[in-house]
C-alpha cells in the first residue's frame, strides 16, 4: 500500500517526519495506521526475499530495518498513549489490532527467507568488514529467529503464532483489570478525626476528589500517591486494613468484579509459556527467558538469589524483631499485620532518627529535584538539559532538549509526572524514537520518562517524597542509557539489545546519587521557608538510609524467586499458585502475610510486562550498578572524568557488546558483590 504526503499529514500516526503529534492522534486513527504500515512492511518483506542480489548490510538489513522501524515507532505512540492517558475508545482500538501486530512480529521472525539471508551474510567474507554494533545486531538476529521458531515446522510455526497471540491479549487484559480494579476502589471518610495522621497534602486531594464527585467529606484512592502515604501514616488501623485488603486482591477472586480476576489469565499465560518453551526445545521457560540474558542457567539464578538470601536474612530477622518489640513497647500493638508495618515503621524511624519522611518531603520542590538531577548529569557527562516544546498527550506532561557541549542535540525526552486515574501505575522508561545512521544523518534518540507522583496541591510546586527522588533518578538512568548512546544501528542503539538483566545497571546506579550532600545541597528548598535541606537532617537521612534494609532486600528476593519458580517448576494445571508463593514466603520472608493477599495477581512485572522469568534482573543488575557506582566513590562521586568514562564504556555502548564485557571496561574486572552489600549495610563484621 503506497502512502501519500496527503494520508501521512490526516493520519498522524503516519507521519515520521518528526516527534508524534499527540495533539492530533485519535482512536480513529490506529486501525488504518497500523493496517497500512503492516501492509507496507509486508511489501518490503516480499520484495528483499524475492530478491537474487546477494544480501548485504545496505541491500537487505537496512530496508527491513527502515520498514520495521516506522512500525514499531507508530504502535510506541499508540502503546504509550494507552498506558498514559487511557480511555474506553483507545483501549477498545488498541486491544483490536494487537493481534495483527503480534502476528506480524512472529511471522517476520519466523521467516526462514529472511533467515536464510541474515545466515548468508553471516557467512559472507563481507561479515569481515563489518563493524562491531552491526556484528553484534547481526548474532542478536540469527539469535532471534531461533527463539521466534525460524526453525520449526509448518505446523509448530503455526502453533507458536497462535499462542503468541493468545499471550499478547492476556498481557493487555491483565493490565487493564488492574488498572480498572484501581481506579475503581473508593474509601469516603466523612469524619476528619478518621483521617489523623494523613498528611495535609494527601487531605487536600482526598477533599477535592470527594467534592468533584459532589460528595462529602474525602475520597481516598489506591493510587499511589494516597495509598502509600495512608498506609504510613494514617493513626486509624482499620482505615489502613481497608486500604491493605482492597490493594492487595486487586485483579483476584477477592477484588471487586469478578470480571477483574487474573487468577484463570495467570495459569493460562503459564501454561502457554511452557509451551513456547516445548516447542523451542527447551525445558522450561525460563531458559527460553535467559537465552538472551547475562545469566545462563535457571538454576545460576536461583542459586544467585539463594545465596543473596543466606546472606540478607539474619538481617531480615533482626529488623522484624526490632519492629515488633517496637511496637509492643511503644505503640502497645501486641500484634504487627501486614496493614501495619509501614506505619510501626515510620514511627519506628521518626523514634529512632528523630525525622519523618514527611518532614524531608517539604524540602523536595519538584523544579528544585529536577535542577539538581540535571545538575548531576550535565556535571558528569558534559551535556545540558534544557526546557523545549513539543505537542503532549496531557496538559502535566513536558519536553526537554538534551545538548552537547557545542549546542547540538543528542537526544530529546518527555517527561509526565503525576498520577491520574488514566495512567497505569509505577514508572518506567520507554524509546519513543532509537538513535540510527540513516541517509547519511544521525537520528537522535527521544525518550518517554514516566512517573506517578503526587500532583502540585493549592497552585504551589509539587512535593516530592525523598523515595520519589530516587524513583525519578532511577528512570533517568534508563532515559541516559536511551539518549547518550553513539550506536549508529538501530537494533543495537540505547537500550535496544541490551541483555535484559543488564539493563538496570544505568537506572539503579543513579540512584546512589540520591544519598550525596553534593548532590542534596544543589536540589532542595523548604516549600515554606526557601532554605535548603540541613545538613543535620541530611545526616540522619543517611544514618536511617538503610532503615530495615534486610526486609527489603528479601522482599525483592520473595519476588525473584517467585517469578523463577512459577516459570521454571509450575505446572498450571496441576500446581497451586497460592501454594508456591506461600513456600517461596515461608523460606524467604519474615513477614507474615494474611490468607486473602493475592500480590501475585497483580504483578504486572512478569503477567503485564517484559520481565518473566526475569525479574531477578533487578537485584543481579544491582550487584553491577553497586560496583560501577564505587568507581565514583573512590575517584569523587562528581567526578567529570570517571563520567566520562561511565558515559563512553556503558552508556554510549549501548547493546552494541555484551553488558559484561562493557562493565569490564569501564570497571577493569569483573563485578563484586561486595559494594551491593555494603551499601546496603548487610555486611557482617569482619
Known amino acids: 500500500m503506497k502512502m501519500t504526503k496527503e494520508s501521512n499529514l490526516a493520519n498522524p500516526l503516519l507521519d515520521f517526519s518528526g516527534l508524534p503529534r499527540f495533539a492530533a492522534i485519535r482512536s480513529a486513527h490506529i486501525k488504518p495506521a497500523i493496517d497500512a504500515l503492516i501492509a507496507e512492511a509486508n511489501t518490503a518483506i516480499e520484495a528483499l526475499s524475492l530478491s537474487e542480489e546477494s544480501p548485504t548490510w545496505n541491500n537487505f538489513i537496512t530496508p527491513l530495518d527502515n520498514a520495521n522501524e516506522?512500525?514499531?515507532?507508530?504502535?510506541?505512540?499508540?502503546?504509550?498513549?494507552?498506558?498514559?492517558?487511557?480511555?474506553?475508545?483507545?483501549?477498545?482500538?488498541?486491544?483490536?489490532?494487537?493481534?495483527?501486530?503480534?502476528?506480524?512480529?512472529?511471522?517476520?521472525?519466523?521467516?526462514?527467507?529472511?533467515?536464510?539471508?541474515y545466515k548468508a551474510i553471516r557467512a559472507d567474507k563481507q561479515h569481515a568488514a563489518l563493524n562491531p554494533a552491526q556484528k553484534q545486531a547481526l548474532e542478536n538476529e540469527l539469535r532471534d529467529f531461533r527463539l521466534g521458531g525460524a526453525e520449526l515446522s509448518v505446523e509448530k510455526k503455526s502453533r507458536y503464532q497462535a499462542v503468541q497471540e493468545e499471550l499478547s491479549s492476556l498481557m493487555s487484559k491483565f493490565n487493564d483489570n488492574v488498572l480498572d480494579a484501581t481506579n475503581a476502589f473508593a474509601c469516603f471518610v466523612d469524619n476528619e478525626s478518621d483521617l489523623a495522621g494523613v498528611p495535609e497534602d494527601v487531605k487536600t486531594v482526598a477533599r477535592n476528589l470527594a467534592i468533584a464527585e459532589g460528595k462529602p467529606g474525602w475520597k481516598l484512592t489506591l493510587h499511589a500517591p494516597c495509598y502509600g502515604p495512608v498506609m504510613q501514616y494514617a493513626d486509624a488501623q482499620s482505615l489502613r486494613a481497608r486500604l491493605y485488603r482492597a490493594y492487595v486482591t486487586r485483579g483476584s477472586e477477592l477484588g471487586l468484579k469478578p470480571e477483574w480476576d487474573n487468577t484463570a489469565a495467570i495459569k493460562r499465560m503459564l501454561q502457554l509459556r511452557a509451551e513456547i518453551a516445548t516447542l523451542l526445545g527447551y525445558k522450561n521457560y525460563s531458559e527460553v527467558s535467559l537465552a538472551t540474558k547475562m545469566a545462563e542457567t535457571p538454576a545460576d539464578v536461583i542459586g544467585f538469589l539463594d545465596d543473596m538470601a543466606i546472606k540478607a536474612k539474619s538481617f531480615a530477622e533482626k529488623d522484624w524483631r526490632e519492629l515488633l518489640t517496637f511496637a509492643k513497647t511503644e505503640l502497645h500493638m501486641f500484634e504487627v499485620n501486614a496493614w501495619d508495618i509501614a506505619y510501626v515503621s515510620e514511627k519506628l524511624r521518626e523514634k529512632r532518627y528523630s525525622f519523618s519522611d514527611q518532614e524531608v518531603k517539604q524540602y523536595f520542590q519538584e523544579p528544585k529535584v529536577l535542577a539538581g538531577l540535571f545538575h548531576v548529569i550535565e556535571t558528569l557527562y558534559g551535556v545540558k538539559v534544557s526546557a523545549a516544546s513539543a505537542e503532549m498527550w496531557h496538559a502535566d506532561a513536558r519536553f526537554y532538549?538534551?545538548?552537547n557541549a557545542h549546542g547540538g542535540i543528542i537526544g530529546q525526552f518527555y517527561l509526565d509526572l503525576y498520577a491520574r486515574d488514566a495512567k497505569r501505575g509505577g514508572a518506567w522508561m520507554d524509546d519513543a524514537i532509537n538513535r540510527r545512521l540513516k541517509n547519511g544523518a544521525v537520528q537522535h534518540p527521544v525518550a518517554f520518562l514516566t512517573c506517578n507522583f503526587a500532583a502540585p496541591v493549592g497552585g504551589k510546586s509539587a512535593l516530592?517524597?525523598?523515595?520519589?527522588?530516587?524513583?525519578?533518578?532511577?528512570?533517568?538512568?534508563?532515559?541516559?542509557?536511551?539518549?547518550?548512546?553513539?550506536v549508529d544501528e538501530l537494533s543495537v542503539s540505547g537500550i535496544s539489545g541490551v541483555e535484559w538483566d543488564a539493563v538496570e545497571l544505568p537506572s539503579q546506579f543513579m540512584e546512589n546519587f540520591c544519598w550525596e550532600w553534593d548532590v542534596l545541597k544543589h536540589?532542595?528548598?523548604?516549600?515554606?521557608?526557601?532554605?535548603?535541606?540541613?545538613?543535620?537532617?541530611?545526616?540522619?537521612m543517611i544514618a536511617a538510609k538503610n532503615f530495615q534494609a534486610g526486609m527489603g532486600f528479601v522482599r525483592q528476593l520473595e519476588f525473584a524467586l517467585i517469578d523463577m519458580r512459577l516459570h521454571t517448576e509450575f505446572v498450571a494445571d496441576k500446581d497451586s499458585l497460592l501454594e508456591l508463593v506461600d513456600g517461596v514466603r515461608r523460606s524467604v520472608a519474615v513477614v507474615q502475610?494474611?490468607?486473602?493477599?493475592?500480590?501475585?495477581?497483580?504483578?504486572?512485572?512478569?503477567?503485564?510486562?517484559?520481565y518473566a522469568a526475569g525479574y531477578?534482573?533487578?537485584k543481579w543488575a544491582e550487584v553491577l550498578s553497586a560496583d560501577a557506582y564505587a568507581a565514583f566513590e573512590e575517584s569523587g562521586v562528581l567526578n567529570p572524568e570517571t563520567g566520562a568514562k561511565f558515559r563512553r564504556e556503558v552508556l554510549a555502548r549501548g547493546g552494541s557488546r555484551p553488558a559484561m564485557e562493557s562493565f569490564i571496561a569501564f570497571r577493569g574486572r569483573k563485578p563484586d558483590m561486595e559494594p551491593l552489600l555494603r551499601h546496603n549495610g548487610l555486611k557482617l563484621a569482619a
Open 616 to 618: 531477578y534482573s533487578y
Open 523 to 540: 536540589m532542595t528548598a523548604h516549600a515554606d521557608s526557601g532554605d535548603s535541606l540541613p545538613r543535620a537532617l541530611f545526616d540522619k
Open 70 to 117: 516506522r512500525l514499531s515507532r507508530a504502535w510506541g505512540t499508540i502503546g504509550h498513549l494507552n498506558g498514559v492517558l487511557n480511555s474506553p475508545e483507545l483501549r477498545e482500538a488498541y486491544n483490536d489490532m494487537l493481534p495483527a501486530i503480534t502476528q506480524y512480529w512472529t511471522e517476520l521472525a519466523q521467516n526462514e527467507t529472511l533467515y536464510k539471508k
Open 401 to 403: 532538549d538534551v545538548r
Open 464 to 486: 516530592f517524597t525523598h523515595d520519589d527522588v530516587i524513583t525519578l533518578f532511577h528512570e533517568f538512568g534508563h532515559g541516559l542509557h536511551q539518549l547518550l548512546t553513539d
Open 593 to 610: 502475610y494474611p490468607d486473602f493477599n493475592r500480590t501475585a495477581h497483580a504483578f504486572g512485572h512478569i503477567f503485564g510486562g517484559g
